[in-house]
């Protein structure tokens, strides 16, 4: 059995502010894929009926995961987010077991 995490988020950008938001997403992922080795998934779609950003993730632990949340450029680009008024809620970030299916 694997010891990876996943970890899906929904990020929803307050009106009129989705390009903004995805700019600041996107420097993110950057940086996650750049400093943190214990990311192996970070990917983002936009879920146009729901007006919001998906994540998906996956990471080596959950040590991995305390890392990435304790990352300084998480925690700005939050702090820059509400600040600035990009979101219309808080980001529900979940931490999810795999339950059945399966990946080619």
């Given at each position: 059995?694997?010891?990876?995490?996943?970890?899906?988020?929904?990020?929803?950008?307050?009106?009129?502010?989705?390009?903004?938001?995805?700019?600041?997403?996107?420097?993110?992922?950057?940086?996650?894929?750049?400093?943190?080795?214990?990311?192996?998934?970070?990917?983002?779609?936009?879920?146009?009926?729901?007006?919001?950003?998906?994540?998906?993730?996956?990471?080596?632990?959950?040590?991995?995961?305390?890392?990435?949340?304790?990352?300084v450029y998480y925690s700005e680009?939050?702090?820059?987010?509400?600040?600035?008024?990009?979101?219309?809620?808080?980001?529900?970030?979940?931490?999810?077991?795999?339950?059945?299916?399966?990946?080619?």
């Amino acid at each position: 059995m694997s010891d990876t995490v996943s970890v899906i988020a929904f990020i929803t950008p307050a009106p009129g502010k989705k390009e903004q938001a995805q700019a600041g997403l996107e420097d993110l992922a950057a940086k996650v894929k750049e400093n943190e080795p214990g990311a192996l998934q970070y990917e983002f779609y936009w879920d146009e009926k729901n007006g919001q950003f998906v994540f998906i993730e996956k990471y080596k632990n959950l040590d991995a995961v305390a890392a990435h949340r304790g990352q300084v450029y998480y925690s700005e680009l939050k702090t820059r987010a509400e600040a600035e008024g990009l979101l219309a809620a808080p980001i529900d970030a979940r931490v999810i077991v795999h339950a059945g299916g399966f990946t080619r």
